[in-house]
Every structure is written in C-alpha cells, then in structure tokens.
C-alpha cells in the first residue's frame, strides 16, 4: 500500500492530523490570554493525543498488533470524553443554582488568588458576593478562608478581610481562617471554627464555576444544609475555562485521590 503523502492517508487520519494542528494553534493563542492557561495546557494535550492517534493508526497498517493497540486506545479516549462530558454537565448544572435569598446560620467564604495584596478577578467577585449577602443578612458571622501562597503578601483570608471592613461589614463578625492551601482544607478549617449551633444551616460564597466540588466536599464534611451564593466571573471566556478546569478537579478528587491514598 503506497499512502506515502498526506492526501493518500485515509480520510480519518487526515481529519486528525488537521485536528493537532488546530489544537496547537489554538494552545498557542490561549496561552496569550490571562488567566486561561488550563484551556492552553489542555490544548496542547489533546494534540498530543491526536498525534498519538494518528501514529497508532499509521502502524496499524503494518502489524495486527498496532491494530488491537489502536481500537482498544480509541475505545478508552471514547469513555474517557463521555465520562468527563457527563461530569461538566453536572458541574455546570450545579453551577447555575442560585440559593442567595435564603436565610443562613453562618457564612463562609472561599479564597481564590491574591497579587501582592490585590484581589485576583475570582477573588474579587466572591467579595462582592459576600459583601451582597452579608448585608442582606446582617445579624450572622462569616468565616474568611484563604492561606497565603506564592506571589501573595498577604493571606487571602486577609484581604478579603480588608475590602469587606473598608466596605462597611462589621469586623466583629468576621472570623479569619489563614491555615488553609486548597478547597477541602478551606472547608474543614472553616467549619471547624464556627460553633456547632451555626452549623445547622452554612452559606458557602464562592465562583459558580466551583460549587459543584464544594458541594460534594461538604456533603463528606457535614454541615446540616448548604446555601449557595455564586459570585459570576465578568467575562465569558474566563468562566469557560474554570469551568472546563473543575470537571477535571472533581475527578480528582472523588476518582484519582482515593485510588492514590
């Protein structure tokens, strides 16, 4: 078989190796807009997929072998992308419920990214979620999650202290929780600071795009009910990459983690 240039490859391999070059491309114009890198990272690693793919196919020409190797591969990139499209599906579904009229017993707000001492874009929306609701609802603490990490001068938890108190929220009702590195420390730490009568019913102010994985941490972690107040990020593109990233940390932590621990 003489299939030597790229329009004698069958049609499939050609649709592949077009679909690399895409995803390449596409890599190298995300990695330009800031904060999408996941999307970029993601990109990259699709093409590489599709190179893989394409290779697989070419040597399934000359060995049965490769042949086996290339439809067993393809089955398991097919379950892979249903599962995790199911799951995005969830995520976003989770996203969208917005529970910020009920009443709550306690408040607890997630931290998200700090530059210098400048709340990121997520951060900056979760302050303004909790500021609404902490107005709306004047009479119950709120417990500030966030530790410092690289590039932050100061802890999350911190900052959101001080936009909140130069925006009018009482001090006294603001409990800060500056040990905490990732999601689940945030909630365990948090929920261990609040008085087990304010536990009855939590209020978590953090991105839509997150809730879903909160929700599932917290169903481990044992509040008696949730109430959802989501902060939206202000543009579209941004939205869509955390939310691409979240399917992918909720496989990690309720597949990949378990299987390692």
């Known amino acids: ?13 050609r649709l592949t190796a ?9 890599g190298l114009g995300l990695q330009r807009l800031p904060g999408v ?3 970029g990272k993601l990109s990259w690693g699709l093409a590489l997929v ?4 394409l290779g697989l196919s070419r040597l399934s020409r000359r060995h049965r072998g490769w042949k086996i190797l ?9 379950a892979l992308v249903l599962g995790l499209s199911a799951v995005e599906v969830w995520v976003i579904r989770a996203g969208h419920r917005d529970e910020s009229a009920q009443p709550a017993d306690a408040v607890i707000v997630l931290g998200a990214g700090v530059n210098g001492t400048t709340p990121s874009v997520a ?4 302050i303004d979620a909790a500021e609404r609701y902490l107005k709306a609802h004047p009479d119950i603490p709120a417990v500030l999650s966030g530790g410092q990490g690289p590039g932050e001068d100061i802890s999350e938890a911190r900052a959101m202290y001080d936009a909140l108190t130069d925006r009018g929220i009482d001090p006294e009702r603001l409990i800060l929780e500056e040990q905490s590195a990732n999601t689940r420390q945030n909630l365990q730490n948090s929920l261990a600071l609040l ?7 939590v209020a978590i102010v953090t991105n839509d795009f997150h809730m879903g994985r909160v929700r599932l941490l917290l ?6 009910r949730v109430v959802q107040v989501p902060a939206k990020l202000p543009w579209w593109w941004l939205s869509a990459n955390y939310y691409l990233r979240e399917s992918f940390a909720v496989v990690n932590d309720q597949v990949v983690r378990p299987l390692l621990a």
């Not at 078989?1 to 391999?13: D, L, P, V």
């Not at 599709?50 to 793919?53: A, D, G, I, Q, Y």
Request: aromatic share 10%; net charge neutral; proline share 4%.
């Open 1 to 13: 078989m003489n299939e030597h240039t790229f329009f004698e490859w069958k049609r499939s391999e």
């Open 18 to 26: 077009v679909l690399a070059l895409v995803f390449c491309l596409l």
């Open 37 to 39: 890198g996941f999307s």
């Open 50 to 53: 599709c190179l893989v793919m």
């Open 70 to 78: 290339l439809r067993i591969a393809q089955i398991g990139l097919a």
């Open 123 to 126: 951060l900056q929306t979760r």
């Open 195 to 201: 008085p087990d009568d304010y536990h009855k019913t």
């Open 219 to 224: 169903n481990a972690a044992g509040p008696g």
